[in-house]
């Protein structure tokens, strides 16, 4: 397998199969990309600018949301996209719950 | 061509792979004496439960069900089902004896102590294991076999090597006449319609959204947020962001070929072909289920590590991520880390996986049977009383 790969068409985000430093350029899905952020091995960095709010996609299917903005080339994972599953925190109008703690 | 393997044919038309005489313990208090009379008898495996006392309702069904499930088992030559008495052992055995197979009933009460017990238990056992030892290998078709795909430990690797690995040999053994079991909705949120799409029938369709609905709710009702819990912080170390992610791996497993039936915890399924089974996502709970519907095998796909089998039904442990093959290789058995690493073909991993189940089918030892990596865990929806 390649060391970068993008799994769906519509995907916004690749997958890195190695270490890349920060400041590595590195070439997917046809385009060159400077990594703001180390990305390890089997995590993701943004193939474009993905505003707060807006869908994370891979595998060609929605996997969360982005929770701030995210440059080209940053570290997409736990800190800047969530979940819209299963969120008991945000359940009964309450959506601060679990930020809060 | 008519592919088969060599399995144990039991009197009720199920086949085992395995052919262990279980000491199946009905209740926690003769756990000790089930596992005495396991380390003096060769050949011999412990079923035992930490509960069985004053369980009620559903939630006592669903042990009961569980145990009867796993003593009935292919797998299982014989059964000597301990309890405290011979009257709360013998509605268990009675359940199992429809099986077909030699059942016998041990009370400790009756006994007259546990070193007594353990005693007669180990007779009993013995000439079980002998009996059991005059029963060979016979070719058999894939129709009587059920393998259940699972995974656990799961990181970026597991969606995108070691589970489409599987999903290939799933497709193949399902063409080929077997049934496949694929489990925990919780890991089918955010790909659950995907699968319901893949449902050759409407009913089963709504029953895949309303098991992930169910998890859903169960989190929200408690107030939970899923992503605490599921991804796991090993997931996540491993690269997977949100429990969506980590389910369209999941599914990956099952392979593409249609769902044919949508069954409950520990229930056989009543076709083949690619079957849904209804566990919660904790391995051991899950893969308890999947031996008491009657799976003969299990296929574990596993990414950061995670080395637990199944008690009866031997696990198979798959990896695509090339720092678990090189630091686990005692708890691996089928490393498909080269998908990663060295470009592998995935057709061509999936041929190596279909070997080597095959080599297990037939008595193959796995990594987890040897070291004794087995845990049963039945689930419970209620407390005793």
Redesign the interface.
């Known amino acids: 397998m390649d060391k970068i790969i993008v799994l769906g068409e519509r995907d916004n985000v690749a997958t890195c199969l190695a270490d890349f430093d920060a400041g590595s350029v590195v070439h997917a899905a046809g385009l060159d990309v400077a990594l703001s952020d180390a990305i390890q091995f089997g995590h993701k960095f943004a193939l474009t600018d993905i505003a707060a709010g807006a869908e994370i996609c891979k595998y060609g299917e929605v996997i969360g949301v982005a929770s701030v903005d995210i440059a080209i080339g940053q570290h997409v994972h736990v800190h800047n996209i969530e979940s819209v599953r299963a969120r008991g925190d945000k359940a009964n109008g309450d959506q601060e719950r679990g930020d809060k703690s | 061509m008519t592919e088969t393997f060599l399995g144990f044919p039991r009197p009720d038309g199920r086949v085992g792979v395995r052919n262990q005489v279980a000491i199946l313990s009905a209740m926690d208090n003769t756990n000790p004496s089930a596992e005495r009379i396991a380390g003096i008898v060769a050949g011999t495996i412990v079923i035992s439960t930490p509960f069985g006392r004053t369980q009620i309702g559903d939630d006592f069904e669903m042990t009961m069900k569980t145990l009867t499930g796993i003593g009935a088992h292919p797998n299982i030559a014989a059964v000597l089902v301990l309890g405290l008495s011979l009257d709360s052992a013998k509605p268990l055995a009675d359940r199992i004896r429809p099986s077909g197979k030699p059942v016998e009933v041990l009370g400790l009460q009756e006994a007259g102590s546990t070193l007594a017990l353990t005693t007669e238990g180990a007779r009993i056992a013995a000439d079980l294991v002998v009996q059991a030892s005059e029963q060979s290998r016979q070719a058999c078709p894939f129709s009587d076999l059920t393998i259940a795909v699972e995974c656990g430990g799961s990181?970026?690797?597991s969606?995108?090597?070691s589970n489409p690995t599987v999903g290939r040999f799933a497709d193949r053994f399902i063409d080929s006449g077997g049934t496949i079991i694929l489990s925990e909705p919780a890991e089918f949120?955010?790909?659950e319609h995907?699968l319901a799409a893949r449902a050759e029938n409407p009913e089963d369709a709504d029953k895949i959204y309303a098991m992930v609905q169910w998890?859903?709710d169960e989190?929200?009702?408690?107030?939970?947020?899923?992503?605490g819990i599921n991804p796991t912080p090993d997931n996540?170390a491993?690269?997977l962001?949100?429990?969506?992610?980590k389910s369209?791996?999941a599914i990956a497993k099952g392979g593409t070929r249609p769902i044919t039936q949508v069954i409950g915890y520990a229930e056989p399924p009543t076709k083949s072909g690619l079957v849904i089974m209804d566990t919660p996502s904790a391995a051991c709970e899950s893969m308890t289920g999947l031996v008491g519907g009657g799976a003969q095998i299990i296929i574990f796909s596993t990414g950061r590590g995670n080395a637990i089998g199944a008690p009866v039904a031997p696990t198979i442990k798959i990896t695509g991520n090339p720092?678990t093959a090189k630091s686990m290789p005692e708890n691996i058995d089928v490393d498909v880390s080269a998908?990663?690493s060295d470009?592998e073909n995935l057709n061509v991993a999936s041929e190596r996986l279909w070997i080597e189940v095959m080599k297990i089918a037939a008595g193959k030892i796995t990594r987890a049977e040897v070291l004794k990596e087995d845990q049963l865990s039945v689930s419970r929806f209620g407390p005793s009383v």
């Open positions: 990181d970026t690797t969606g995108l090597a949120m955010g790909a995907l998890f859903e989190a929200k009702r408690n107030g939970v947020d899923m992503r996540i491993g690269g962001s949100t429990l969506e992610e369209l791996g720092h998908i990663i470009g």
